[in-house]
């Protein structure tokens, strides 16, 4: 079992930046695991917005982030972290962090990991 937290999410001006954080303990915690980031606004399903694999750190975006968003990790930390950069207000949702995509799974796809946190605000206002 590996437990995920998230940290830093808050409110920001359109153009601004936040870091959003997600603490694992547990299990073999991220090292040999893809971890993602997701989100989810009021009245709307949970989207992907990156991924990082566990052994060649092969990055993937959602394309209304590419350029702005940066998904990385530290090993040693056991974390993995969200830098979102030029917000625009539709960035505004709950974000969650999750590890450990099933075999065949898609990074996208919310039902394919095993296991989540509990979710961090972000707010952009314009």
């Known amino acids: 079992q590996v437990q995920l937290v998230e940290s830093g999410g808050g409110s920001v001006q359109a153009g601004g930046s936040l870091r959003v954080s997600c603490a694992a303990s547990?299990?073999?915690?991220?090292?040999?695991?893809?971890v993602a980031w997701f989100r989810q606004a009021p009245g709307k399903e949970r989207d992907g917005v990156a991924a990082?694999?566990?052994?060649?750190?092969?990055?993937y975006y959602a394309d209304s982030v590419k350029g702005r968003f940066t998904i990385s990790r530290d090993i040693a930390k056991n974390t993995f972290y969200l830098e979102m950069n030029t917000l625009k207000p539709e960035d505004s949702a709950m974000y969650y962090c999750?590890?450990?995509?099933?075999?065949?799974?898609?990074?996208?796809?919310?039902?394919?990991?095993?296991?989540w946190g509990q979710g961090t605000q972000v707010t952009v206002s314009s």
């Open positions: 999750a590890a450990d995509l099933r075999q065949g799974g898609s990074w996208f796809e919310s039902g394919d990991f095993n296991y």
């Open positions: 990082l694999t566990p052994r060649d750190r092969r990055t």
């Open positions: 547990g299990g073999t915690g991220i090292r040999y695991r893809t």
